[in-house]
């Protein structure tokens, strides 16, 4: 069967599927965000153009080494940012029930997350952080001012929603997901008494909950704290949940070289790899150009709409999250929740938002008709 076989009858399953509701308990980030360009030539009070890439990026930086160095930043806009409070909206698009417990405000809810909050529970136990997002043809830098997130803990989490309250968000929940670890530097030990209070309270069976991590950029954390996270993630499935780890290609390159030292494995090799290491149902690792997973000890592949001029990138991997994660909750095949990842983002890119699901299915047919920018329909 072709690539446009194959999308036409996805389609079909997604519009199939349109009228599903599901639960899902979403956290625990949340952030600010003003997409910015880094001006190259300004050649009025009103137009200019814009450095396109990173390495020109880079470039312009580095002539300022030893001497100094002015750099004009332009605001484009400002949404909710941070991969929970993105990751959810997708889903809310999709048919979720959400219930959202973050970085959303801690004396009451930051303004740009109120158009979140409608229809759906969305507790503020933090401020959020602020972030400069710089957008370029090749990629983001993402610049974040995090002190609200750093004094996050387990301890302000229940005085807004006690323990015996979250296992009962726990067990409404057909999908939860704890997001951005890397800027929550108390998140082990949130996970670590989730498993030892929150699971023992429950009174719904997990083997149908789909648990889904995403640790963002592990970087800047320490070696010891990133493996710890592994180990917490893994003790989620060892308790009974469905779990999951999302990663984009160069946090997958991070963990595979502390892992085992391994600096340039292939899209596969990473894949596989990490998903051995971890012992959990599922790992799924997101390139720009396309996406791939193991499930159950499988490995699959698919191609994605490759944009080279986006809207937004801010968020696109959050979105792929939304897409793989609701076509878990909807029972579609591993290939086909990838190809509702890519396409999810591959939306989100090109209009700088997120789709409902009637949008994702003429988006769908769509780039399939055009051949998905430069990949073949049939790849």
Known sequence: MGRKEEDKRLAEEIWRREGNRFSCLIGLDGFVDEVVHAVDQRTSADEYSRISTIREYGERILE?????????????????????????????????????????????????????????????VADPGQTDAMEFLDGKIIRSKTESLNRLTWEKIIRKVPVHTLAQYF?????????????LPHMNRIWERMLAEVLPRMKKDRGEKILFFDLADPRKRKKDDILEALERIRQFQNSGFRTMLGLNEKEAVQICRLLSGDETPGLKTMVMEIAAYMKIETVVVHP????????????????????????????????????????QVQGLSPEQCLRTGVMSSGFYVRNGRSADLAELCRFMEAKTEEGSDGITADA
């Open 171 to 183: 067990d409404e929940a057909d999908l939860l997901s704890f997001n951005n670890w890397t800027m």
């Open 288 to 327: 720009v150009d396309r996406a791939a997973c193991c499930q159950d000890g499988e490995y699959y592949e698919m191609p994605g709409p490759y944009c080279r001029e986006p809207v937004l990138t801010t968020g696109a991997g959050d979105i792929f999250n939304a897409g793989f994660a609701w076509g």
């Open 64 to 124: 300022g080494s030893g001497l100094s160095l002015n750099l004009e930043i332009v605001p484009i806009r400002r949404k909710i940012g941070g991969n929970g409070p993105i990751y959810a909206d997708g889903l809310k698009r999709y048919g979720g029930d959400l219930t959202y417990i973050g970085c959303v405000g801690e004396e009451g809810l930051h303004p740009l997350f109120r158009e979140l909050a409608k229809g759906s529970r969305v507790i503020g």
